[in-house]
């Protein structure tokens, strides 16, 4: 029996789902890259204890939530946010839905490891509270009060038409 057996199906099926939530909490494809990469050789490394009885996909999903927070802390990797273009090209206005995109993705970047892994998992993967708290391995308390903190500065970081 192959020590990967089903590894392979695991990435085909949820490797696309894994790399937007890997972009969503780096803000750069490259990191998203490579931060996924990373995490997928531990989950391969894990395989068989979480073939025969574990959650693999719950496992990569901490696992990229806690490596982001380690590169951030140990300043390994620079987070970049998304840079607002001055003006647009002559002949060429920017589209609203763009300039709220670059705004939000701005604002994001300048939200701490932790609050920005909140808002991607609680807004963009709906997930509720305990499973939040459960993937981040902190209480449900601290998902509420980093919610809470991360959407406070969000609001004052962008322009109300963000949220239009």
Same mark, same amino acid.
Do not use: C
């Given at each position: 029996? !192959?020590?990967?057996?089903g590894?392979?199906e695991?990435?085909?099926?949820r490797?696309?789902s894994?790399?937007?939530?890997?972009?969503?909490l780096?803000?750069?494809?490259?990191?998203?890259? !490579?931060?996924? %990469?990373t995490?997928?050789t531990?989950?391969?490394?894990?395989? &068989?204890?979480?073939?025969? &009885?574990?959650?693999?996909?719950?496992?990569?999903?901490?696992?990229?939530?806690? %490596?982001?927070?380690?590169?951030?802390?140990?300043? %390994?990797?620079?987070?970049? &946010?998304?840079?607002?273009?001055?003006?647009?090209?002559p002949?060429?206005?920017?589209?609203?839905?763009?300039v709220?995109?670059?705004?939000?993705?701005?604002?994001l970047?300048k939200?701490?490891p932790? %609050?920005?892994?909140?808002?991607?998992?609680?807004?963009?993967?709906?997930?509720s509270?305990h499973?939040?708290?459960?993937?981040?391995?902190?209480?449900i &308390?601290?998902?509420?009060?980093?919610?809470?903190?991360?959407?406070?500065?969000?609001?004052?970081?962008?322009?109300?038409?963000?949220?239009?």
């Amino acid at each position: 029996m !192959d020590r990967y057996e089903g590894f392979h199906e695991f990435v085909r099926a949820r490797q696309q789902s894994l790399m937007r939530t890997a972009y969503l909490l780096t803000g750069n494809p490259h990191l998203a890259e !490579d931060l996924l %990469q990373t995490v997928l050789t531990r989950v391969a490394s894990h395989w &068989g204890k979480l073939a025969k &009885g574990g959650n693999p996909e719950a496992y990569a999903r901490k696992a990229l939530v806690n %490596q982001t927070i380690s590169w951030r802390r140990r300043r %390994q990797v620079e987070l970049p &946010g998304a840079e607002l273009p001055e003006r647009a090209e002559p002949g060429r206005p920017h589209d609203e839905a763009t300039v709220r995109r670059l705004a939000l993705s701005q604002a994001l970047a300048k939200l701490t490891p932790k %609050q920005r892994a909140v808002i991607v998992l609680r807004f963009y993967e709906d997930r509720s509270e305990h499973e939040t708290a459960e993937l981040m391995g902190v209480s449900i &308390g601290t998902v509420k009060s980093q919610t809470s903190y991360a959407l406070s500065k969000l609001r004052a970081l962008t322009p109300e038409e963000v949220y239009r």
